[in-house]
């Protein structure tokens, strides 16, 4: 397993997301000249799905959950997929009602402990597995929704994942991807870099079978220790598959 996969593995990690996806403001944010609009970010890009309720959704690149347990709110079955198995078992233990302890830096060597559960379930089916986002077990099936927050940039190949889609999503289904533009060789083979803008790129890969229907602007706020964060800027993008 390479650096860049232990990574979300780290028990630092989890705990950065499980504040992230779960914590409340005051845990995450406890200064009023805080970057509040950033809070929140896994309920707000599962959000911007057109209205209704459908049958099937999936969340790529789940982390922790946030978004999946928002997803099944307006689903009838959820699937949450992460590469992470730390993370896909504390989705796990919260999607059983389970509380889940764990310790965020203060500074230095200082650790404060927090706990979490999921009360909001939503009334879906939800499940969590383990898996590769560039390589989906063949029998998965076709979603109405899916759902990729932060993920492109991150994975060694996106290429292998923007190949699978359409056939992933039913016609007029909808896909969601957010990211940061972050693109960095720790994680992404250099080769694989948009050439253009990322959008641009998006949009070439994509518009043969999908139709760009949202873009919009994202914050979203990661704590690191009690006085430092990532305040980063998502770019979102929603498509329909054409019919
Ligand atoms: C930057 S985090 C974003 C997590 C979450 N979607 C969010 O918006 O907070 C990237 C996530 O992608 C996962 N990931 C990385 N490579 C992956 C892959 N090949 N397949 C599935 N998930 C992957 C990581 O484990 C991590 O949970």
Known sequence: MSETENLYETNRLLAEYLLFHFGKQEELLPWAFGPTTALNFPTRTASHFSEGKVT?????????????????????????IDFSQNFIDAANDLNQGKVINYEVLEEAGQMKSLETSVTEKGTGNLSFEQGDAMNLRPDIGQFDRVH??????RLPNPNLLLERLPELIK??????????????????????????????????????????????????????????YQWTVSMLTLWRRKA
Request: glycine share 6%.
């Open 56 to 80: 099937r959704s999936l969340d790529l690149g789940c982390s922790v959950g946030g978004s999946s347990f928002v997803l099944n709110q307006s689903s009838e079955e959820v699937i949450g």
């Open 148 to 153: 990729a927050a932060n993920l492109l940039c």
């Open 171 to 228: 016609p007029n289904g909808e896909l969601l991807l957010a990211t940061p533009c972050t693109w960095l060789e720790e994680f992404t083979k250099k080769e694989y870099f948009p050439e253009s803008t990322t959008l641009e790129w998006l949009k070439q890969s994509l518009s043969n079978d999908f139709e760009l229907i949202k873009q919009t602007d994202e914050p979203f706020l990661i704590r690191e220790h009690a006085r430092k």
